[in-house]
């Protein structure tokens, strides 16, 4: 009988051990609160009102990150026996995602704290949910509150505090607690009168077509795209008439279907006249598929926060390995995404990301996510060709072009510490990430059709044009690998690096020499145009041989 009673006061020990661990609200794992809120600089207005409603995106931790990083390091070891040998999303998520107990445990939480479960799943690390704001509120141990922002005319709204959670473990972050920063594209639209138009596009007024990238950077014919995908991050929609249009006046034919994939229930039309800007979204669609004309289709995957985007772009089924962004935003911690872009590199897929359109990195000039150490990130040229449809005759660096030392002190990744890279010349760090990694065209030499009007030649420019041309061009190399059944190259940044600093590097890629963006264009890889832009097929064949 002492003996039961014993055993029976071991176990209501554990148990009330374990109901106070429950009890104690658990904090997050990534930052939430806004500097300007904290610091008072944001000045408060009032509270949000308690019965509107919101929808947010609960990310869940990563099981393992050692783990991944170690996975990481062995598949994109040329050394090792695993090299390129890439996940599933489920592989993923049975050996880094979070668990299946883990899961119900959140889905649990929202429903008993009044919330509603309106998306996400366990292979993209998240719970979407929908809820007043007096619910939220509640569940997450915090007051939301509408400020003045210090910066731009207009208010946002924001919690006072980190919020915390009744749960047994520690969440990774929640995604829309606050807008106080707003995605914009990676684009420019300058005056005709203020620079020089392009004269040797196929396109009308002689400005670039897409096609006339694919054929200065790529210079072949075999390689179309063919059986690929292409999956484009956007934060509107886009109206297939502006793409047709394009086509059409550029005495085209689309090849490729264009599908919309709304990720938080953000509509994928845009409608101008009902206050949506497609102009981004056309240009992404049109610079990828000029470079890659014959892909199955291009997947719009539209949403209102990153993380339910980044979560089915990594989950889609067939599943894209070929990706890119044309916008960029600031979050509260840089660490937000990361568990998405390492398990595109798992998987085998290629993010590129647009370096902004703002000159040299800096905290206000919307740096991320070009900056973070796990993407492929792409700067801005300025190209001229031969002919129309001609071959690449000379390119400099763009003077608008984003690239510098990570603002928020990203860690310089083990790429970028390769001797040789980061030297006198370039003025790069040897302690913090540095960007591009890559370039191409992004002057005001394009044609561009958009918001169901008039087209446009000459006068849009970003290297919101240069990452999807990128994404379209690794189309090329995804196709040659599956011909040759040989593996996809994913992320590409260990490969391209030591690619550099070798003896073929002059054949891989166009040495971008002059111009400069804050930081000099010099010889060999430095922070206005990366390693250069695509030379011809040589790259393809040493990415997919």
């Known amino acids: 009988?002492?003996?039961?009673?014993?055993?029976?006061?071991?176990?209501?020990?554990?148990?009330?051990?374990?109901?106070?661990t429950w009890a104690a609200p658990q904090s997050l794992l990534t930052r939430h609160t806004r500097d300007a809120v904290a610091s008072g600089q944001a000045r408060f207005l009032n509270r949000m009102p308690a019965n509107q409603f919101m929808r947010i995106d609960v990310v869940l931790p990563l099981r393992d990150e050692s783990g991944l990083q170690d996975y990481l390091g062995q598949i994109y070891d040329p050394q090792s026996p695993i090299y390129h040998q890439y996940l599933t999303p489920q592989d993923f998520t049975n050996m880094f995602g979070p668990t299946q107990e883990q899961y119900d445990a959140v889905v649990q939480f929202a429903k008993t704290h009044g919330l509603q479960v309106v998306g996400g799943s366990r292979d993209s690390m998240d719970v979407q949910l929908k809820g007043s704001v007096a619910t939220i509120e509640s569940a997450f141990h915090i007051t939301m509150g509408i400020y003045q922002h210090p910066t731009e005319n207009r208010t946002f709204y924001a919690p006072d505090r980190e919020p915390s959670v009744d749960l047994p473990f520690q969440l990774w972050h929640v995604s829309g607690l606050?807008?106080?920063?707003?995605?914009?594209?990676?684009?420019?639209?300058?005056?005709?009168?203020?620079?020089?138009?392009?004269?040797?596009?196929?396109?009308?007024s002689k400005s670039f077509c897409g096609s006339d990238m694919r054929a200065a950077y790529y210079e072949g014919t075999s390689l179309t795209g063919s059986g690929q995908n292409i999956?484009?991050?956007?934060?509107?929609?886009?109206?297939?008439?502006?793409?047709?249009?394009?086509?059409?006046?550029?005495?085209?034919?689309?090849?490729?279907?264009?599908?919309?994939?709304?990720?938080?229930?953000?509509?994928?039309?845009?409608?101008?006249?009902?206050?949506?800007?497609?102009?981004?979204?056309?240009?992404d669609i049109t610079q990828a598929g000029g470079m890659a004309p014959d892909v199955t289709t291009i997947y719009m995957y539209v949403g209102s926060t990153d993380t339910a985007i980044l979560g089915a772009m990594?989950?889609?089924?067939?599943?894209?390995?070929?990706?890119?962004?044309?916008?960029?935003?600031?979050?509260?911690?840089?660490?937000?995404?990361?568990?998405?872009?390492?398990?595109?590199?798992?998987?085998?897929?290629?993010?590129?990301?647009?370096?902004?359109?703002?000159?040299?990195?800096?905290?206000?000039?919307?740096?991320y996510p070009a900056e973070d150490a796990n993407v492929i990130t792409v700067g801005g040229t300025d190209l001229t060709t031969q002919s129309a449809g001609g071959a690449w005759k000379s390119e400099t660096g763009w003077v608008d072009g984003g690239g510098g030392i990570s603002p928020d002190k990203i860690a310089i990744p083990s790429w970028q510490l390769l001797t040789g890279v980061i030297t006198t010349a370039n003025k790069g760090s040897k302690t913090y990430?540095?960007?591009?990694?890559?370039?191409?065209?992004?002057?005001?030499?394009?044609?561009?059709?958009?918001?169901?009007?008039?087209?446009t030649a000459n006068e849009y420019g970003g290297t919101s044009f240069a990452a999807p041309m990128w994404a379209g061009y690794l189309a090329l190399a995804n196709q040659q690998a599956a011909t040759?059944?040989?593996?996809?190259?994913?992320?590409?940044?260990?490969?391209?690096?030591?690619?550099?600093?070798?003896?073929?590097?002059?054949?891989?890629?166009?040495?971008?020499?002059?111009?400069?963006?804050?930081?000099?264009?010099?010889k060999g890889y430095d922070l206005d145009s990366g390693w250069g832009s695509p030379n011809g097929s040589a790259l393809i064949n040493d990415l997919a041989p």
């Open 1 to 20: 009988m002492i003996r039961k009673t014993g055993i029976s006061l071991l176990v209501f020990g554990t148990l009330l051990g374990a109901s106070l």
């Open 178 to 204: 606050d807008n106080y920063s707003i995605p914009r594209p990676q684009l420019e639209k300058r005056d005709l009168s203020t620079h020089s138009l392009a004269t040797t596009g196929s396109c009308p």
């Open 231 to 283: 999956g484009l991050l956007e934060y509107a929609g886009f109206d297939i008439t502006d793409v047709n249009t394009y086509y059409t006046n550029a005495g085209q034919t689309r090849n490729f279907n264009v599908t919309g994939i709304s990720t938080d229930g953000t509509s994928v039309n845009c409608v101008y006249s009902q206050g949506c800007d497609d102009t981004e979204q056309t240009i």
């Open 314 to 367: 990594t989950t889609d089924t067939p599943l894209p390995l070929n990706l890119s962004c044309s916008w960029g935003w600031s979050p509260a911690d840089p660490n937000t995404d990361d568990p998405y872009y390492e398990k595109m590199a798992s998987q085998g897929q290629s993010f590129f990301v647009a370096a902004g359109d703002s000159r040299k990195w800096t905290k206000s000039n919307y740096p």
């Open 433 to 455: 990430r540095n960007g591009p990694d890559v370039t191409a065209n992004a002057n005001f030499t394009f044609y561009v059709c958009a918001d169901q009007t008039t087209c």
């Open 484 to 522: 040759n059944h040989v593996s996809a190259p994913g992320f590409i940044n260990p490969t391209i690096y030591p690619l550099g600093l070798g003896s073929t590097y002059s054949s891989l890629f166009h040495d971008i020499t002059s111009g400069n963006n804050g930081y000099p264009a010099t």
